[in-house]
């Protein structure tokens, strides 16, 4: 009888010991189940997982090339630290908590927060503190991830996590985001970076911005535009893009942090961008004129994006707004246009800056009609919000 509950103990530890066995089998060789559990893993786990045996490195790379939906980080206020910007603190977190592996980052940032004595970017400080955002912002993310920083004076955002809210414009206060894009069959996205000295046909050929028929969109960001000859500087980019089929569209900003420019000289002007091509690349845009200045006009103008049936999966919206705008703008009514966004496309994240300048045009293509200007002086504006939808597959 005292052996009972000896030989009881035994029994359990045998089976436990044959769950475990089981478990281990079906763990080791069960490829359905392995590639089940592990869509449920963070990418940044995923990747140190896929070191465990064979089996799982294969799932792994089936996991990655399944997770090709977009994603985002973005953030509203001053970080805890003070040292940093809100953004890269938040993303020190988030970015452990992704599903795909980035390839392409686009991140904007307020110029008030970026100019700051944290960052000494001031003209009379020449180094990055050990805090820039360019710095932290690349160690984040993958090597081989390409990362474009743009700093302008107001910032508009969706808000990220599960339950992501309706967008938001900020045209004052620290705020922030980071678009994040992975490898997506049939698009390639290429990032670009010109100022006075490295600015040629070659360099725009070698972009994919000339003589590229895949083609689709590109997005434009021209920083320091208000020095000497930035204005035709500005004005040759734009040339040879608007003789393209390519939707074009962006904004003149207050500079850009990532890449480093490190051609330019301090203070120098120059363009960054990202050109998307590919035949899943969709894009389209309207612009919304001076002469909307109120609400219901906002929508209505924005309800012409409708008529390019672009769809809602892997769809972003980017809404480039002049500083003018906005609350201003709008008797003191605050978030008009990205209101006015949220409700003809309710399902569709909406991130961009309030700029000194905007670049784009209506142009939206409905079966086989286009309806765009191709004039590079009708592609520049004031006091406008160019709103554009871009369709990645």
């Keep these: ?15 436990a010991a044959s769950e475990d066995t089981k478990a281990g089998y079906v763990l080791s060789n069960v490829a359905e189940v392995v590639e089940r559990i592990l869509t449920f893993v963070p990418t940044k786990s995923l990747l140190r997982l896929a070191s465990v045996c ?25 970080s805890n630290s003070g040292e940093t910007h809100s953004l890269c603190s938040l993303l020190t977190e988030e970015v452990e908590k992704v599903f795909l592996l980035p390839r392409t980052v686009l991140a904007m940032v307020d110029c008030e927060a970026f100019n700051g004595q944290a960052y000494c970017f001031r003209q009379n400080k020449a180094k990055k503190s050990r805090h820039s955002p360019d710095a932290e912002l690349n160690l984040l ?26 967008p938001q414009e900020y045209q004052e206060g620290e705020a922030g985001f980071a678009v994040m894009f992975p490898s997506i069959e049939g698009v390639t996205i290429k990032p670009f970076h010109f100022c006075k000295k490295s600015f040629s046909p070659t360099a725009l050929k070698e972009a994919g911005l000339v003589e590229n028929p ?23 980019i734009l040339e040879p893009l608007a003789k393209s089929k390519a939707l074009i569209a962006g904004g003149l900003v207050e500079s850009a942090f990532s890449p480093t420019t490190e051609c330019c000289s ?18 389209a845009s309207v612009l919304l004129d001076q002469d909307v200045t109120n609400a219901k006009a906002a929508e209505e103008t924005i309800k012409r994006l409708q008529a390019a049936k672009i769809p809602n999966k892997n769809t972003l919206g980017f809404m480039f ?7 201003n703008y709008y008797n003191n009514q605050a978030n008009v246009e990205a209101d006015a966004f949220r409700k003809v496309f309710p399902n569709t994240p909406l991130f961009g800056l309030f700029g000194n300048g905007e670049i784009g045009c209506d142009r939206i293509v409905k079966e ?18 160019v709103m554009t939808l871009v369709h990645l597959g």
């Design 141 to 166: 993310f993958p090597r081989g991830c390409d990362v474009m920083g743009i700093s302008a004076p107001g910032i508009v955002l969706t808000p990220s996590g599960p339950s992501s809210g309706a």
């Design 368 to 385: 086989d009609y286009t309806l765009c200007d191709t004039d590079t002086d009708s592609m520049q504006h004031e006091y406008t919000t």
């Design 321 to 327: 707004a002049c500083v003018g705008r906005g609350q």
């Design 214 to 236: 895949e083609l689709r969109v590109v997005l434009l960001f021209v920083y320091a535009a208000y020095k000497s000859g930035g204005a035709r500087f500005l004005g040759q």
């Design 54 to 78: 064979r089996l799982w490195r294969v799932c792994a790379r089936r996991v990655l090339r399944t997770q090709q939906r977009i994603s985002w980080v973005s953030v509203r206020g001053p």
């Design 266 to 283: 301090q203070g120098a002007y120059g363009v960054v961008g990202l050109a998307l091509s590919g035949p899943k690349v969709q894009g």
């Design 1 to 15: 009888m005292d052996e009972s509950p000896d030989y009881s103990a035994a029994s359990e530890d045998s089976k």
